[in-house]
């Protein structure tokens, strides 16, 4: 009865088929496989489906960031100034893990390259493959140039 069965349903996958399915190879056969792609399209393909960090994202995370730099010429007493950051994101973490000074700002005190780092550690985006640093220039404005920013936004406003 069983053998019946097992018989009736291999009838009917193949009938479903149309019948004309391939032989399947015997085992033991060492007749390699052809492949019908390149390693090197296998590569492209891999690439091309890794979820890559959003630029929007990033770019208002570093403008974030670059905002609270500034609060750091009066917590660390930042003197005004301009100059890069590399900034880390981390994919996986889907955040700013990492901050390297451009050689502008290495003259400062620890506690001022310290504000400037925290400034952007922990900003965050979607969660991507890979890490991916980007650099951004800071401006630490003076008091005058803040004030001056300050008013113009007001004047805009009426």
């Known amino acids: 009865m069983r053998s019946l069965i097992t018989s ?7 009938t479903a ?3 004309k399915g391939k ?9 390699p496989m052809e492949a019908d792609i390149t390693d090197e399209e ?3 393909y891999l ?4 979820v890559k960090l959003d630029q929007e994202a990033a770019k208002i995370a570093l403008d974030r960031g670059s905002r609270k730099v500034r609060q750091c010429r009066t917590t660390a007493e930042v003197p005004p100034g301009e100059g890069d950051v590399e900034v880390l994101f981390d994919g996986t973490k889907g955040r700013v893990t ?8 290495m003259t400062l005190p620890d506690n001022a390259q310290a504000c400037i780092k925290k400034s952007y550690v922990g900003e965050i985006v979607p969660p991507f493959d890979g890490e991916e640093k980007l650099t951004t220039t800071v401006k630490i404005p003076s008091k005058e140039e803040e004030e001056a920013e300050q ?3 007001e004047e805009e406003k009426k």
């Not at 032989?23 to 007749?31: L, T």
């Open 42 to 44: 296998v590569e492209d």
């Open 8 to 14: 009736l349903t291999v009838a009917l996958a193949l």
């Open 17 to 19: 088929c149309g019948g």
């Open 23 to 31: 032989p399947a190879e015997e085992p033991g056969n060492d007749k």
């Open 98 to 105: 990492d901050v390297i000074l451009g050689p502008e700002w």
């Open 47 to 50: 690439e091309e489906s890794k």
């Open 151 to 153: 008013k113009k936004k």
